[in-house]
């Protein structure tokens, strides 16, 4: 039961410098949302989709950018990295959007900016 | 945009002792969700609530949509270590996309 798996799990970037993170899942669920995590702050919702082909923005998009080319996947994406977008980055899934279906999440990936 | 005030900020407790904690907000909420959180781990879905009033309980879990719909609380009897985590409340006016989490809180249980 894989579920929803993210790689990497770790990742050090040097400002200015750009990555993508994977997000997998394997419960063929139309949603899928991409959160960062910061100390006090709670979750934050960067980018979702609704469905493959399809993205919209968070309440915190800014210097991302994401992809959903296949169902089962969604990149998140930083161009030019900088320091405060250092954080513990989490993709999710679920089969509709309405609240009644549960979310799942992945594990994480620790992304240090420097 | 939405806030949740979601309090204590971390608690620590004594194994077998009661915890309570709950979130507030401004806004009305049409589903009030709990999470929690283990180290290294994503956050999991402990209670959904979809009704004002309603009461709902998951094993040593209880959590509460307040009437005002402004409101939720969780309560976790007979503590054990493996209660340890970060709690986290989410409200929405009805879609996942439309989530709002509070900060959390964090529980530490000595055995």
């Known amino acids: 039961n894989a579920g929803v798996t993210q790689t990497p799990k770790f990742r050090v970037l040097k400002t200015g410098q750009s990555m993508t993170l994977l997000c997998a899942q394997d419960m063929n669920h139309e949603y899928m949302y991409w959160y960062r995590q910061d100390p006090g702050m709670g979750l934050r919702l960067i980018h979702y989709s609704v469905g493959e082909g399809t993205t919209a923005k968070g309440e915190v998009p800014d210097g991302y950018n994401v992809s959903r080319l296949k169902k089962q996947n969604f990149l998140l994406g930083l161009e030019s990295a900088a320091p405060s977008q250092t954080s513990v980055y989490f993709c999710?899934?679920?089969?509709?959007?309405?609240?009644?279906?549960?979310?799942?999440f992945g594990s994480g990936t620790q992304l240090s900016v420097l | 945009g939405q806030q949740l005030n979601q309090s204590p900020q971390s608690m620590f407790i004594q194994e077998g002792e009661d915890v309570s904690m709950n979130c507030t907000s401004s806004s009305i909420f049409n589903t009030w969700l709990w999470y929690k959180q283990d180290p290294g781990e994503g956050p999991v879905l402990l209670i959904a609530?979809?009704?004002?009033?309603e009461l709902t309980s998951n094993g040593r879990l209880t959590a509460q949509f307040g009437i005002t719909r402004k409101d939720s609380f969780l309560n976790i009897s007979a503590s054990i270590p493996s209660d340890v985590g970060i709690y986290f409340c989410a409200g929405s006016g009805g879609s996942n996309y439309k989530l709002t989490f509070g900060k959390g809180t964090l529980l530490t249980v000595n055995p």
């Open positions: 999710a899934s679920s089969r509709s959007s309405s609240t009644n279906e549960k979310l799942f």
């Open positions: 609530l979809y009704k004002a009033g």
